[in-house]
């Protein structure tokens, strides 16, 4: 005679199940679960890099001919796609900032932050390559305050891209639901420490 198998009630799986998915987004009902310091990791840093993506934003859109005669000192896009370049990267730049600051669609959102600060630094290393050591980047503002050392430069972004994969690689691992195990009648838990704790 084989032990009976050892069931998650219905309310507790329903109750992990949502605690899962609301993870993912920082959000939690009134009366919920304690926020836990992963929690409030994840939101500093949503809350930090929307902040850096509607600053990045906030010149271009207002000045997107000056945005677009900064991209064309790169000499890196046919002038054909300077334009539309100029004027979409801005309001790219302020939806992933709205995305995080509201928590929607977090790890697509870290993605697409991770996307462009790569290509950014893509863009000050190729500069630096054909010797501009001293350039106006674009980054934050069109006028001649925003010229800088290029080296100085790289290393702002890749504090910012450390920020950026870091948000992705949590959020995208709460979403796709790792560290969830599947028990008997179908439903999931959280796997469970050495102390019992999820």
């Known amino acids: 005679m084989t032990a009976p198998e050892t069931l998650v009630p219905q309310p507790a799986a329903a109750a992990q199940e949502a605690e899962r998915k609301l993870g993912s987004t920082g959000l939690r009902s009134c009366g919920g679960p304690r926020r836990s310091a992963s929690w409030w990791l994840n939101l500093a ?112 972004d890749a504090i910012l891209l450390a920020a950026c994969g870091w948000l992705f690689w949590r959020t995208w691992r709460s979403s796709s639901g790792a560290g969830v195990a599947p028990v008997a009648g179908g439903k999931d838990h959280r796997e469970a420490g050495p102390s019992g704790e999820t």
């Open 45 to 156: 840093l949503r809350v930090g890099i929307a902040v850096v993506f509607f600053w990045a934003a906030a010149d271009k859109v207002a000045h997107p001919d000056r945005f677009a005669d900064i991209v064309t000192d790169y000499q890196i896009l046919p002038a054909f796609l300077v334009n539309p370049f100029a004027v979409v990267l801005p309001w790219i730049e302020v939806a992933v900032g709205v995305c995080l600051l509201l928590g929607l669609w977090v790890p697509a959102s870290a993605l697409l932050a991770t996307g462009m600060t790569v290509m950014f630094m893509i863009a000050i290393t190729w500069a630096l390559a054909q010797g501009y050591a001293d350039l106006h980047c674009g980054c934050f503002t069109t006028s001649q305050e925003g010229r800088g050392e290029a080296w100085g430069l790289l290393w702002r």
